[in-house]
C-alpha cells in the first residue's frame, strides 16, 4: 500500500505543492492475514504521527481483479479505521477522477498520471515504487479537487 503527503504553500496567489514523504507499507503474503493487517495498522498510525496532515485522501476501491478484492477492501477497512481513530478528514476519489484531474482526461494511462506527479512536485525522476506514485496522485487530487 502507498502513502504520498505534500504540503501546500501559497505562491503568487496559488497553492504550490511541495513533497514531504512518500513510500509503501509492504507485507509479505506468506504471513497470516491478521499479522498483515496489524502491520498496516502500525505502520499507517507511525507515518501519520509523523506527517502530521491536515487530510486523508484514498483512491476509491476498483473492481479490476475480483480475487483481490476482499483483501484490498479488509485493508481499506483498516486504513478507515486509523483515520477515524486520529480524527482526520477523509475524501476519496475514483481512479477517473486522479487522472482527471492530473492530466486533464480521465482515460489517461499509468504513465502520464506518474508523469504528472513528477512534474507537479518538481521531480527529476517518477516517484518509485508505482504505488507510491498513485498515492501522491491522489493527494494531488485532493489539492485540486478541494
Same mark, same amino acid.
Given at each position: 500500500?502507498?502513502y504520498?503527503?505534500?504540503?501546500l504553500?501559497?505562491s503568487?496567489?496559488e497553492?504550490?505543492?511541495?513533497?514531504?514523504?512518500?513510500?509503501? #507499507?509492504?507485507?509479505?503474503?506468506? #504471513?497470516?492475514?491478521?499479522?498483515?493487517?496489524c502491520? #498496516?495498522?502500525?505502520?499507517?498510525?507511525?507515518?501519520?504521527?509523523?506527517v502530521?496532515?491536515?487530510?486523508?485522501?484514498?483512491?476509491?476501491?476498483?473492481?479490476y481483479?475480483?480475487g483481490?478484492v476482499?483483501l484490498?477492501?479488509?485493508?481499506?477497512?483498516?486504513v478507515?479505521?486509523?483515520v477515524?481513530?486520529?480524527?482526520?478528514?477523509l475524501?476519496?476519489f475514483?481512479p477517473a477522477?486522479?487522472?482527471q484531474?492530473?492530466?486533464?482526461?480521465?482515460?489517461?494511462?499509468?504513465?502520464?498520471?506518474q508523469?504528472?506527479?513528477?512534474?507537479?512536485?518538481?521531480?527529476?525522476?517518477?516517484?518509485?515504487?508505482?504505488?507510491?506514485?498513485?498515492?501522491?496522485?491522489?493527494a494531488?487530487?485532493a489539492?485540486?479537487?478541494?
Amino acid at each position: 500500500m502507498g502513502y504520498g503527503a505534500i504540503a501546500l504553500s501559497q505562491s503568487a496567489g496559488e497553492q504550490t505543492p511541495e513533497l514531504l514523504d512518500f513510500g509503501i #507499507i509492504q507485507t509479505l503474503p506468506k #504471513i497470516p492475514l491478521g499479522d498483515r493487517l496489524c502491520t #498496516i495498522y502500525e505502520d499507517l498510525t507511525t507515518v501519520i504521527e509523523q506527517v502530521q496532515p491536515d487530510l486523508i485522501a484514498l483512491e476509491k476501491l476498483f473492481f479490476y481483479r475480483m480475487g483481490n478484492v476482499i483483501l484490498v477492501a479488509q485493508a481499506r477497512g483498516v486504513v478507515t479505521l486509523v483515520v477515524a481513530q486520529q480524527k482526520l478528514p477523509l475524501v476519496e476519489f475514483t481512479p477517473a477522477q486522479i487522472k482527471q484531474a492530473l492530466t486533464g482526461y480521465g482515460n489517461a494511462d499509468k504513465k502520464a498520471v506518474q508523469e504528472a506527479v513528477a512534474r507537479e512536485l518538481e521531480l527529476d525522476t517518477i516517484p518509485k515504487p508505482d504505488d507510491a506514485a498513485d498515492a501522491l496522485a491522489v493527494a494531488l487530487t485532493a489539492r485540486l479537487q478541494l
